[in-house]
């Protein structure tokens, strides 16, 4: 067992359930319920292939992403985030829970974020 260095998380998840072939579903401990597309999932993959880790610039095109791509195993990391492994093989993306609820794809998250 290691521990986090760090902060704690502001948002904890309370249960990860995948959906069938199309995604995953996550409940926050606010009450909060976000359901993510392994597709959607795959596009925001913050590992290093994927984003430059300097500048934050997208490497993936997310229209490279397959239509029909599938989240073939998901993993807790430590206490603070989920690793994913996608049906392309990728698997070096780390979700911070920080990182998920940021991109928390539902209409209000949406709506804050563009406040
Ligand atoms: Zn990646
Ligand atoms: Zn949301």
């Known amino acids: 067992m290691s521990d986090t260095p760090g902060v704690k998380p502001s948002h904890t998840p ?16 606010d009450g ?3 359901a993510y597309r392994f597709r959607f999932l795959r596009q925001n993959c913050p590992c290093a292939a994927c984003v430059e880790e300097w500048t934050g610039r997208r490497l993936l ?3 490279t992403v397959p239509l029909d791509l599938v ?3 998901v993993e807790p990391t430590g206490n603070y985030a989920l690793s994913c492994t996608f049906s392309d093989y990728h698997n070096t993306g780390i979700y911070h829970f920080e990182h998920l609820r940021a991109i928390c794809p539902c209409e209000s998250c949406n709506g804050n974020r563009l406040e």
């Open 14 to 29: 309370v249960s990860i359930r995948k959906q069938g072939n199309t995604g995953l579903k996550i409940s926050w401990d």
């Open 32 to 34: 909060h319920v976000s």
């Open 61 to 63: 095109d997310p229209e």
């Open 71 to 73: 989240c073939t195993k």
